[in-house]
């Protein structure tokens, strides 16, 4: 048996994403959005924002991975695949975005749906990761969502300076045994960098989105098939413009 975590739950979540700290976002969101339209960089706006509301380090967090400007969300659109339009295909996933944030789902703590429809974490990996009580059921949601899917082949590639990514890289292969889903696991040194090159990438991660030629947004997609769970989701996103 795995250890029993709350994955990315941090007690003072319950203040900042609930009642007045969500409205200081949405707020908060309004302003960062406008500073994006003007050129200003993510961190830039999001801090000079931040400061003005006096956020917290996750308040800034959730605006910097939840908004982007208008013309970067066009241009990752444009890439997203259909997911239904997946059967005989290999694809690719970065393996740490997505299990993490599928463990800190399951684990019922604060998850980010974003302007480009993506969900997000604020865990942070920081080169330490702990295979979880959630882990098993992060990975078999991964696999039965594309074998349901018809993907013929399925490589996830995970960072090799992270701790124990060898001894997942051992618990994804054992796992994926019983499923048609051909499954690869690469256990690499720089994997932004590899799926920069890649067609078909399951992440949510932002600078990968806007780099690789195609990408797919399955976390919503396997959130979905479990509805029989809960979960803590907020939405970053400006408020929509008045018709």
């Not at 994403?17 to 949405?26: A, S, Y």
């Not at 800034?60 to 890439?79: D, M, Q, S, T, Y």
């Not at 997609?221 to 029989?228: D, G, N, Q, T, V």
């Given at each position: 048996?795995?250890?029993?975590?709350?994955?990315?739950f941090?007690p003072?979540d319950k203040?900042?994403?609930t009642?007045?700290?969500?409205?200081?976002?949405?707020?908060?969101?309004e302003?960062?959005?406008?500073?994006?339209e003007?050129?200003?960089s993510v961190?830039?706006?999001?801090?000079?924002v931040g400061?003005h509301?006096l956020?917290?380090e996750?308040?800034?967090l959730?605006?910097?991975?939840?908004?982007?400007a208008?013309?970067?969300l066009?241009?990752?659109k444009?890439?997203?695949c259909?997911i239904?339009g997946?059967?005989g295909?290999?694809?690719y996933m970065d393996?740490?975005?997505?299990?993490?944030?599928?463990e800190v789902?399951?684990?019922e703590?604060?998850?980010i749906?974003?302007?480009d429809?993506?969900?997000?974490?604020?865990?942070?990996?920081?080169g330490t990761?702990?295979?979880?009580d959630k882990?098993?059921?992060?990975?078999?949601s991964?696999?039965n969502?594309l074998?349901?899917?018809?993907?013929?082949q399925l490589?996830i590639?995970?960072?090799?300076?992270?701790?124990?990514?060898?001894r997942?890289k051992?618990f994804?292969?054992?796992?994926?045994?019983?499923y048609?889903?051909e499954?690869i696991v690469?256990?690499?040194?720089?994997v932004?960098r590899?799926?920069?090159?890649?067609e078909?990438v399951?992440?949510?991660d932002a600078?990968?989105?806007?780099?690789?030629s195609?990408?797919?947004?399955l976390t919503?997609?396997?959130?979905k098939e479990e509805?029989?769970?809960?979960?803590w989701?907020?939405e970053?996103?400006?408020?929509?413009?008045?018709k």
């Amino acid at each position: 048996m795995y250890k029993t975590v709350t994955r990315g739950f941090v007690p003072e979540d319950k203040k900042e994403f609930t009642g007045e700290g969500i409205e200081k976002l949405k707020k908060a969101a309004e302003e960062v959005a406008f500073l994006l339209e003007r050129g200003y960089s993510v961190k830039t706006a999001t801090t000079f924002v931040g400061n003005h509301h006096l956020l917290s380090e996750r308040q800034r967090l959730a605006l910097a991975r939840g908004l982007a400007a208008k013309e970067v969300l066009e241009n990752r659109k444009k890439k997203e695949c259909d997911i239904l339009g997946l059967k005989g295909r290999k694809v690719y996933m970065d393996g740490f975005n997505i299990i993490i944030t599928l463990e800190v789902a399951f684990s019922e703590s604060v998850i980010i749906k974003g302007e480009d429809n993506t969900i997000r974490d604020l865990a942070g990996l920081r080169g330490t990761y702990q295979i979880i009580d959630k882990t098993e059921k992060a990975i078999l949601s991964i696999l039965n969502a594309l074998d349901k899917l018809k993907v013929a082949q399925l490589e996830i590639y995970l960072d090799s300076p992270v701790s124990n990514s060898g001894r997942l890289k051992n618990f994804i292969l054992e796992l994926s045994e019983p499923y048609q889903v051909e499954v690869i696991v690469s256990v690499i040194p720089d994997v932004d960098r590899v799926l920069y090159t890649k067609e078909g990438v399951i992440t949510s991660d932002a600078v990968i989105l806007d780099n690789c030629s195609s990408w797919i947004n399955l976390t919503p997609y396997l959130l979905k098939e479990e509805e029989k769970y809960t979960y803590w989701m907020v939405e970053i996103t400006r408020e929509q413009e008045k018709k």
